[in-house]
């Protein structure tokens, strides 16, 4: 791997000395390092059991340690040799701090299992288990050898109502609605032995269906007592810490979200790797609280109305629902798995990613690339990728390159890991491009939920309609799909010359946790380095969810009875105090969809776009009529379009005839003066 210390450290502004055996020969260096008091980077992750054993030996050693990998990502490839800017790039980005931490959610499991499943295969899995946890089985059928005769664990029957919750509140609900009650069962086999119709498994249950009610079972069973037909079947609920499901994805009541619950596990028999990591949950544990919620910014209900649903419908863990009484949406932080992909999808930023958040991830990016163009790179583009499956690609694809059968990762392609690839989006990806990156490509493994994959390559068709309209070439974003280093290498290899144009003066702003402030930011950078010579006054959006757009009015419907001004959750539609007109500020509107589903007179659509003009951020008027006034004192009260719709709608309805009609044409005084001082109707209290 070829390694110049010289333009590294002139990159990262520091004096570095080249080691090539520093966890072998070269070791006192590394035992000298440590003893400074300062944090330790070491460029290599193969030997980080060994370097973390050697700190700890090492007397007077008080340095925080931290590794990066610059080997598999950058200097196993093809063009090793032009991978310099990439490795500073990746060696600066190490240097960051880490991110600020977050309040965490906490989980107690006490180690008690359910397993559910045919009882012979349940009962095998649970003699793997019971020396550690307490083991509780649920039988689905005698399987194929049945119970054994020893009963070494409780035994459940019947039929699954519901199972819900998570590692350490998991209840099962159920139904014992067979005949035999298996706490009372002793397995001495005469009930099956006795039923001529072999309707009794080794599950000791009864098939009802084959039984014809001769009861011979019953006799047979007279000591013990466990059989009794006239037994009412009963809901009954067991609360368990850990679920062990061996019955096939969505056979029965079971979780059929695409992100299982912690503490759940779906086993085939086969992978040990599930048994040995539920031997381990036993005890408390801790993990972040990945997202952030300001319900003052959540554009998901208003006046009963639901809006936005973006997170909700995205969500692969069931974590989010709504809940319109109160007008926000709530998030089990139990259930979330921290995919970030609400976040991502949420036009407002209402929803945030916390760990790392926003801001962590934009500083990051920026120092991955102004590093990169100080060390003399040129078209930087950015991989990001999942820490874990994405990660392993990466690496399998850097040890197939330094084997000579792979080219590996391009030397200007800067790998970028993250919890997951859904929790970076629009705002961040906009920010790389103006701060000069040609090309973010997501790279999905075929572990994320299909709902992921469609809302990123939603938003990416949003942002690329965008820099197209601003006169930016090429393809900026991409989605590359790969299982295998072999398609990964193909994937990149794709997208290699499709690199997109970027402003010529990179941005040297830092994105903020404030998601529509970070937009802003990076669109006006972009705008105003846009290459076309003359800009469109508004860039069309692709249809769907977008974060940007305008709000259509007909007038010929409209009547200003301005629902849509309080429905409105981002002050994008106003009143004006002084007439009665509706005015709209496209920068504010977040196409929630709140006004088109609240107008009464189906007056309002939506237009996804970007307004290029200074009239974007000013108020401008959708629609203004004439005010009403009292046909007695002639007080304004109301606008003329409302009114004649009113008595329109009015006009052949029994009790408004006559002067009762008359009367809706005067403001609230003047209908009651009205009212009380008319001689020829009758009164209320004249009855």
């Not at 550690?132 to 005698?142: K, S």
């Not at 979200?257 to 544990?285: I, K, M, N, T």
């Not at 109160?326 to 929803?351: D, E, F, K, S, Y």
């Not at 590093?371 to 197939?400: D, I, N």
Request: aromatic share 6%.
């Amino acid at each position: 791997m070829p390694l110049d210390p010289k333009a590294l450290g002139t990159a990262l502004h520091e004096e570095l000395t080249l080691h090539s055996t520093l966890c072998r020969r070269e070791a006192g260096a590394f035992q000298q390092a440590v003893r400074s008091g300062e944090t330790v980077l070491v460029a290599c992750t193969q030997e980080k059991r060994l370097f973390t054993e050697l700190a700890d030996q090492t007397e007077g050693a008080t340095s925080p340690l931290r590794f990066i990998n610059i080997r598999e990502t950058g200097g196993w490839s093809r063009d090793a040799r032009q991978a310099g800017p990439k490795i500073a790039a990746l060696l600066a980005a190490a240097h960051l701090p880490e991110p600020e931490p977050v309040p965490t959610v906490s989980f107690r499991s006490g180690g008690r299992l359910l397993i559910i499943g045919a009882l012979d295969a349940a009962e095998r899995a649970a003699t793997l288990l019971a020396d550690v946890l307490d083991v509780t089985l649920f039988a689905q059928g005698p399987g194929d050898a049945g119970g054994r005769q020893e009963r070494r664990f409780p035994v459940l029957g019947g039929r699954v109502v519901s199972l819900k919750g998570w590692l350490g509140r998991f209840a099962l609900q159920w139904t014992a609605d067979n005949p035999i009650d298996l706490d009372l069962c002793t397995r001495c086999n005469a009930c099956v032995t006795a039923c001529p119709e072999n309707a009794i498994g080794l599950d000791y249950q009864i098939d009802m269906t084959a039984c014809t009610g001769h009861r011979d079972c019953v006799k047979a069973c007279a000591v013990a007592g466990a059989i009794r037909f006239e037994r009412e079947a009963e809901v009954q609920s067991q609360d368990f810490d850990l679920v062990l499901d061996l019955r096939p994805a969505g056979a029965g009541p079971t979780f059929l979200q695409h992100a299982l619950p912690q503490g759940y596990f779906r086993w085939d028999g086969q992978d040990l790797q599930a048994l040995l990591r539920l031997r381990d949950l036993v005890g408390e544990f801790e993990k972040p609280k990945f997202f952030s919620y300001r319900q003052k910014l959540c554009a998901h209900s208003r006046n009963r109305g639901v809006g936005c649903n973006a997170c909700v419908d995205i969500c692969s863990a069931e974590a989010i629902s709504s809940d319109p009484v109160r007008q926000q949406v709530v998030v089990n932080p139990h259930l979330c798995v921290g995919c970030g992909a609400c976040t991502t999808v949420c036009p407002t930023g209402a929803m945030g990613y916390a760990y790392p958040s926003a801001q962590d991830m934009g500083t990051r990016i920026r120092t991955l690339l102004s590093t990169y163009a100080q060390a003399g790179g040129r078209q930087p583009s950015l991989l990001l990728h999942s820490q874990e499956s994405g990660q392993q690609l990466v690496h399998e694809l850097g040890r197939a390159a330094q084997l000579g059968v792979a080219r590996g990762v391009p030397a200007h392609m800067i790998p970028v890991a993250l919890w997951h690839t859904a929790s970076v989006g629009i705002d961040l990806w906009l920010s790389a491009i103006a701060q000069g990156a040609t090309q973010v490509a997501v790279l999905f493994t075929g572990d994320e939920a299909p709902q992921y994959v469609e809302g990123l390559q939603s938003q990416m068709a949003v942002a690329q309609a965008l820099l197209h309209g601003l006169g930016y070439t090429g393809t900026h974003l991409h989605c590359v799909h790969a299982r295998s280093a072999t398609d990964l290498d193909a994937g990149l290899r794709a997208i290699g010359g499709a690199c997109g144009s970027v402003p010529a003066q990179a941005a040297r702003f830092t994105p903020t946790n404030d998601k529509r402030a970070t937009l802003e930011l990076a669109l006006d950078h972009l705008v105003t380095n846009a290459p076309a010579r003359e800009l469109p006054e508004a860039i069309a959006l692709p249809k769907g969810p977008s974060p940007w757009g305008t709000v259509v009015v007909d007038k010929d419907r409209c009547t200003l009875c301005l629902s849509c001004v309080s429905a409105c959750p981002a002050g994008a539609l106003q009143d004006n105090p002084q007439a009665p007109q509706l005015r709209f500020t496209e920068q504010n509107c977040v196409q929630c969809g709140l006004c088109e589903r609240t107008c009464p007179e189906n007056a309002i659509t939506l237009q996804p776009r970007m307004l290029l003009t200074p009239e974007r951020g000013q108020p401008r008027v959708l629609n203004e009529t004439q005010p009403y006034g009292c046909i007695r004192c002639g007080k304004p009260f109301g606008t003329l379009q409302a009114i004649e719709a009113m008595l329109g709608r009015l006009a052949d309805h029994p009790m408004f005839q006559g002067e009762a009609l008359e009367r809706l044409k005067m403001c609230g005084d003047c209908r009651v003066i009205d009212l009380y001082s008319a001689q020829n109707e009758a009164k209320v209290t004249d009855l």
